[in-house]
């Protein structure tokens, strides 16, 4: 798939096509983030679409700045993830684009993950959580629910960490998608520890 979205972003280049570049870019980073490893293809090709979309706001503008700080945050020194975040967040409620914001909520959650950050991160992932379960967005639902177990184990809170848990493993279910049974699994083997 990634070849794919490099030809589309060389080709939006060429036509000098922001929004299809933008839209490359976030196929590009696919569903999901390796919170370890920085993709340098990645960060710029998000760099040139953030770059080459129009001013003002936009729900693809708020996508790619969400997803800018998800692919800097590994190896952010400056505090730019956070900074990013705010902007896509703010940016999102503006326009009120629900999806927009369940990117956005999503990457400000990434930007919160040190422990000291936990009360936030709790409220940013209720928010999360909340909104893609009112628009029916099971992807993101499946990513929130994943994350709201580790939030709510990182608490203390084991009863309800299991339960949230136990929805994941649900959705992963019906759904039979093989991202979301990898977390749904992987969750069962904390528990065994």
């Known amino acids: 798939a990634k070849a794919t979205f490099r030809e589309k972003a060389a080709l939006a280049r060429r036509l000098d096509d ?5 839209r490359a870019a976030l196929g590009f980073g696919g569903r999901w983030y390796d919170a370890e490893n920085i993709d ?7 760099r040139d679409a953030r770059k080459r979309l129009p001013e ?9 700045i969400a997803r800018l700080a998800q692919a800097v945050r590994p190896a952010d020194r400056e505090g730019e993830a956070r900074s990013l ?5 703010a940016m999102a409620r ?8 369940i990117d956005a909520l999503s990457g400000e959650h990434t930007a919160l993950q040190h422990v000291e950050d936990l009360s936030e991160r709790l409220e940013v992932g ?8 009112q628009e029916e967005h099971e992807d993101a639902l499946a990513l929130a629910l994943c994350w709201r177990a580790f939030d709510l ?10 339960e949230v848990q136990q929805e994941l493993t649900t959705l992963a279910e019906r759904r039979r998608q093989p991202l979301y049974r990898t977390f749904a699994t992987s969750w069962e083997f904390k528990w065994l520890g």
């Open 18 to 22: 922001a929004e299809q570049l933008a």
């Open 40 to 46: 340098a293809e990645l960060i710029s090709l998000l």
């Open 56 to 64: 003002g706001d936009g729900p693809t503008k708020a996508k790619v």
């Open 85 to 89: 975040n705010r902007d896509a967040l």
């Open 94 to 101: 503006r326009i009120d684009d629900p999806e927009a914001k």
């Open 126 to 133: 209720a928010e999360w959580l909340a909104l893609a379960r």
């Open 153 to 162: 184990f990182e608490l203390g809170d084991v009863k309800a960490s299991r």
